[in-house]
């Protein structure tokens, strides 16, 4: 039975980098993987970058989105070679809603106090990044720090066409001890899609404090992709 392939969407504050703890298992396991890399400029910009990653690989094709990446997914998961979706840790706005719209619908979490905007970018203080990955080792954390890719003050606030989870079948992972996404909101959004959910005792990155289990998700993911595949 072929495997689906596996494209990544990354959140604000990361590069495709952050699913480096996944991308080498899911390789040796015969999964063609891409990350896409896009500029968090615009909503646009960013799901046409993953769109063009999807045309890379061989469909069919599980996409997954972490944080903002859930944004990103919802709507390049519109493109017919993807078959399933996986968010992690992530938003999943409806048609109506921009991701800065669905946030506000929820109690602030910590990491808005250790935000700065300047030059037009949204900034992570060195101090912020225990809220957004503080169950990483010290050096881990600062890596994550050193590396955070700022996006655009107004990326929240930007809208696009479709929404994929209302045609295709997902996957959630709801980080309990999530201080950047509020969990009820992650919580709401996977039962709004009629997620298969899975809950994790994790920071807003359980892709690298538990990367065997967000690979099992994955996993699960991938086989129901194949399993349909072969019935068709």
Not at 28 to 51: P, R, S
Not at 124 to 149: M, N, R, S, W
Not at 198 to 223: F, G, T
Request: aromatic letters at 6%.
């Amino acid at each position: 039975m072929a495997k689906p392939s596996i494209v990544f969407a990354h959140g604000i504050w990361a590069d495709g980098s952050c699913f480096q703890k996944l991308i080498p298992t899911l390789r040796a396991e015969g999964h063609e993987v891409m990350a896409a890399q896009y500029g968090l400029d615009t909503l646009k910009g960013d799901v046409d970058a993953t769109i063009r990653t999807i045309a890379r690989v061989e469909g069919p094709v599980v996409l997954v989105g972490h944080s903002y990446g859930g944004t990103v997914i919802t709507h390049a998961g519109l493109d017919p070679k993807v078959a399933a979706l996986v968010y992690i840790a992530a938003l999943g706005p409806d048609e109506t809603e921009t991701s800065q719209g669905q946030q506000e619908k929820f109690p602030r979490t910590d990491i808005f106090k250790h935000i700065d905007v300047a030059d037009g970018r949204v900034w992570l203080k060195p101090e912020g990044t225990v809220c957004f990955a503080g169950d990483l080792t010290p050096e881990e954390q600062e890596i994550a720090y050193a590396t955070h890719f700022a996006p655009a003050m107004d990326l929240f606030t930007q809208k696009h066409d479709g929404v994929a989870w209302r045609t295709k079948p997902s996957w959630s992972i709801v980080a309990t001890q999530d201080r950047t996404v509020n969990p009820e909101l992650e919580r709401f959004a996977a039962k709004r899609m009629g997620a298969t959910t899975v809950e994790l005792a994790s920071s807003h990155v359980p892709m690298l404090s538990q990367p065997r289990a967000v690979l099992e998700v994955i996993r699960n993911a991938s086989a129901a992709v194949a399993r349909t595949a072969h019935a068709a």
